[in-house]
């Protein structure tokens, strides 16, 4: 029996590289096996090898041919992972999907990772998402949310082409994570992109219409989620206190990046990171207790 | 430049869409079915008829619309008959799914805008918008933050999707003559396709400075009724079509009807007065985007604090289009920095 279960990463692209770091520095149950790309000449796969990991341009066929991989993360393009993951599920490998491809259930760690422990293919939704659904749930816990509307505004430094060329899916996306996992009756999303320098780190406004307005209750719930979110993406934090105007609710928070390899303004990246390694833990963890 | 008379010039009426700021997005049908009538007959170019913040602006973040974009773009399919129906699309706000919904309604012409150093996420929108067979508009926000080469940089990714025309949009009414002058005539030097320029009047010179464009050679301006708009409001049309008159450009358009149309049409439907207010002469200073005003006003009034120094708190921040929800945080912010600062007084 292993004490860690071997896991991948495919796309060593900026996303790839920080996730790679992250789980280097933070998993207590996955031990990163093999990164994979396409070109060998990959900045992404230099730093890997320089972490003492295994690296391969071979792409999904090198993760495949590996026996002893449990769980492979896929930071590449949609497009890419609509191809990847028939193939990882043939080989009984776990999918946890960073792209906009949404082939699994959209999961988010603090929300509902735990009724999706047995499928074999999670979507990470969008970061956008990441930030602010779970407190769309949590305020849903305490009170019918009606309406949830967020506008996520990220630094134009941080939005790379994938991003920008799927700006549409972005918003689509968020919208409908809001509903479907946090829980609203409907739900809108706006994303900014600002150019500023300094950039700006990533800002979240949530606004929301509830049922019921006890604001003790709503404070009380958001703090809670706050807390569980905080002990993955530490820079998660309110900007000012939560605000009541009749049944609307307005919550406004940021995200600091970790720095692990993207910089620390990209609080954006740094959720999605985040989130994929505490899912790919929580996987790993349930596996080892099969195991045992 | 002189003008020779020869080019026509194209004025794309937006009382329907930037000058929804000014009523807070509650155009009626009925509001929206006389004024559009009215510019139609007077023979506009385009008739922009959407929320100020584009398709699917209605929200918490901009203000609701009191009808949808097909109800309104619906109640005219029969009554602008000359006139080009345009639609505006903000990439982030608005999708592909709500430009298909408008073009589906009638829309002629879709205006695709963002920041000006954002052109890159319009690229799918501005060649779905062609490939429909639309008139396809590139519309480059907030213009005055950036030195001419990089609007043109951004234009020439905008030429290059397939657009027919490109604006310089000075959404905060900051830019002065000169300012316009450089940019549009950087434009109209490297680029094939035709250039427009769309005005707000924060520090008085929304005709002035788009004569200065005309003079630069571009062949698009925007205008509105009365000078409805964001902040202080944009050009206004009348005043528009009888100076191009004086100057010996072709409108299209019949400066009496075009007259009456903001006479006795839009003037009775207002519900204040459009003048240039200290805060709106702000936005132009501090180089804040125009639709800020009335939102400032609001958070201002909320947490006790001046509108003035929430708006050149935003000028500093460099807050870009769409950026409505950093008035409250501002706001916030000066009111406990006030606090703080007058704690020890009685």
Known sequence: ?????????????????????????????????????????????KLAAQQGVETSSEGIDAILADKMIKIAFDATMAGAHKKHAPLLKEAKIKAIDLTPAAVGPYVCPVVNLDQHYDVDNLNLITCGAQATVPVVYAVSQVTKVKYAE????????????GTRQSIDEFTQ??????????????????????????PIIMRNTIYLIVEDQDENAIRGTIDNMLLKLQEYVPGYRLRMPPIFDDMKVTVVT????????????????DIETSAAVAVGDQLASKLLCKER | MTITGKEKIHIVDTT??????????????????????????????????????GLAGSSIQYGFSLHSEEEKLNAVKFSVTKSRVAVLLLPGIGTKVDLQKAIDCGAKMARIATHVTEADIAEQHIKMSKELGLETVGFLMLAHMEKPEKVLEQALMMESYGADVVYVVDSAGAMLPDDVRRRVLLLKDKLQIAVGFHAHNNLGLAVGNTLAAVEEGVSFIDGCLCGLGA?????????????????????????????????????????????????????????????????TYKAAEKYKVDPLDVLIELGKLRVVGGQEDMIVDIAFDLAQKEKVAGGGKP
């Open chain 1, 173 to 198: 996306t968020t919208a409908r994570a809001l509903m479907d996992v946090g829980k609203a009756e409907t739900g809108k999303a706006i994303i900014i992109l600002n150019p500023a320098e300094p």
């Open chain 2, 16 to 53: 329907l869409r930037d000058g929804s700021h000014s009523v807070k997005h509650r155009f009626t049908i009925d509001d929206v079915l006389q004024v559009s009538t009215a510019l139609n007959d007077a023979g506009v170019y385009g008739i922009e008829i959407t929320h100020g913040d």
């Open chain 1, 150 to 161: 967020i506008v996520a505004t990220i630094a134009s430094k941080s939005a790379g082409p």
């Open chain 2, 231 to 295: 902040g202080a409001g944009n050009a206004q049309t009348e005043i528009l079509v009888a100076v191009l008159n004086r100057m010996g450009c072709d409108t299209g358009i019949d400066l009496y009807k075009i007259l009456d149309a903001a006479e006795e049409v839009m003037r009775p439907r207002m519900i204040k007065p459009q003048v240039i207010d200290r805060a709106s002469i702000a936005l132009g200073y501090a180089g804040v985007y125009s639709s800020f005003l009335l939102h």
């Open chain 1, 254 to 269: 940021e995200v600091e990046g970790a720095g692990d390899y993207l910089p620390s303004y990209s609080g954006n990246l």
């Open chain 1, 1 to 45: 029996m292993s004490e860690k279960i071997d896991v991948a990463i495919i796309g060593p692209g900026n996303i790839g590289t920080d996730l790679m770091y992250k789980i280097k520095k933070r998993s207590k149950f996955m031990n990163l096996k093999l990164m994979a790309g396409i070109y060998s000449t990959s900045e992404g796969l």
